[in-house]
């Protein structure tokens, strides 16, 4: 069993950043893949960006590349999502997840979820 609590989500201004982070319990954090995916209202959840359950590679959403960066930090079992240059369309909650996989960009392959965290970037 793995729990994941965000944290770092609130409001800011169009070219803003903004860091979440992702602590997790339980199983080891290095036992799986990571991903960020985000929901906007009345939208499917989509993913934003992974990193491998070896932390070796990264994959992102085309909308994010160069924008966003994922990373791990194993000693501290979290995973952080750094968001720079904002625009008001990344407005969404947040949301962490865990997969048992290596890696995967769809969310029915993620196995934990966190509660969420919302980001509302404005015009």
């Known amino acids: 069993q793995v729990q994941l609590v965000e944290s770092g989500g609130g409001l800011v201004q169009a070219g803003g950043s903004l860091r979440l982070s992702c602590a997790a319990s339980?199983?080891?954090?290095?036992?799986?893949?990571m991903g960020w995916f985000r929901q906007a209202p009345g939208k499917e959840r989509e993913f934003v960006a992974t990193?491998?359950?070896?932390?070796?590679?990264?994959y992102y959403r085309d909308s994010v590349k160069g924008r966003f960066t994922i990373s791990g930090d194993n000693a501290k079992n979290t995973v952080y999502l750094q968001m720079n240059s904002l625009k008001p369309e990344d407005t969404a909650v947040y949301y962490c997840?865990?997969?048992?996989?290596?890696?995967?960009?769809?969310?029915?392959?993620?196995?934990?979820w966190g509660q969420g965290t919302q980001v509302t970037v404005s015009s």
């Open positions: 990193i491998t359950r070896s932390g070796g590679s990264t």
């Open positions: 339980g199983r080891t954090f290095s036992s799986y893949a």
């Open positions: 997840a865990a997969s048992r996989l290596f890696y995967s960009i769809s969310y029915r392959q993620y196995d934990y």
